[in-house]
């Protein structure tokens, strides 16, 4: 049996099975990244609901993991060499998980690197703006009686959203017919803007075509529909 009693954040969380892949998140656009890179992989992993609401990635037992005190994070007890790791940041642990499984990015050197371009256009762009369209359209940036934040951040999700449009023009995937970590980091987000932060109407999403064909396709894959709802919330 694995021992990962070095890791501080198992006396908050304990791990049922050391053995599989630890997973410390909660069902946001960022936290399903990882939850859905598993279910796509079929890696064996126990999830633990991280309740951000309760400030729970503050504690020092989660901030021994991840010192930026975000989800989602993860312990692998059988690394490099057999032996545990433990990373925090979702792109980093998709492209782990990736290479640990040999799925979902090409071995091919241009078209990985392609696919990691996507990768970080989503770490980069499309993530932090929809965060805080999210925040001024639906939390209590919408009570700001300045506009100009909402609307710059409207006006520049519109515009990555035209970036992915043009991208998806005669292809399914990003990467074209192959379904990759590029969509998988990009799906949750671009379901939660139109989802949960209702801002569909905001960024024109209606006048969009190859999006929503692909965001359809996405989030009818099983993987998608389980990683969706992983960690299950309270």
Do not use: C
């Amino acid at each position: 049996m694995s021992d990962l009693s070095a890791f501080p954040i198992t006396q908050r969380w304990p791990a049922a099975r050391p053995e599989e892949i630890q997973l410390y998140s909660l069902p946001t656009p960022n936290g399903v990244k990882v939850s859905i890179m598993l279910e796509e992989t079929g890696l064996p992993y126990e999830p633990h609901l991280i309740d951000i609401g309760k400030n729970e990635t503050w504690g020092a037992e989660y901030l021994s993991l991840n010192p930026n005190g975000k989800i989602p994070a993860i312990i692998d007890p059988f690394g490099p060499e057999g032996r545990p790791i433990a990373l925090f940041e979702s792109g980093a642990i998709l492209v782990y998980l990736a290479e640990k499984t040999g799925k979902f990015l090409p071995t091919e050197p241009t078209a990985r690197y392609e696919t990691l371009q996507w990768v970080f256009f989503q770490m980069a762009a499309i993530g932090p703006m929809f965060g805080q369209l999210g925040f001024f359209h639906k939390f209590a940036g919408r009570e700001y009686e300045d506009r100009r934040p909402l609307q710059r951040y409207a006006a520049e999700s519109k515009r990555l959203l035209g970036v992915l449009e043009g991208r998806l023009a005669e292809r399914p995937w990003i990467m074209g017919d192959d379904y990759t970590i590029a969509d998988i980091a990009t799906l949750g987000w671009v379901r939660n803007l139109i989802g949960f932060y209702e801002a569909g109407d905001l960024v024109d999403y209606g006048d969009l075509q190859n999006v929503p064909r692909w965001l359809a396709a996405g989030l009818a894959r099983p993987a998608v529909q389980r990683g969706l709802q992983i960690p299950a919330r309270a």
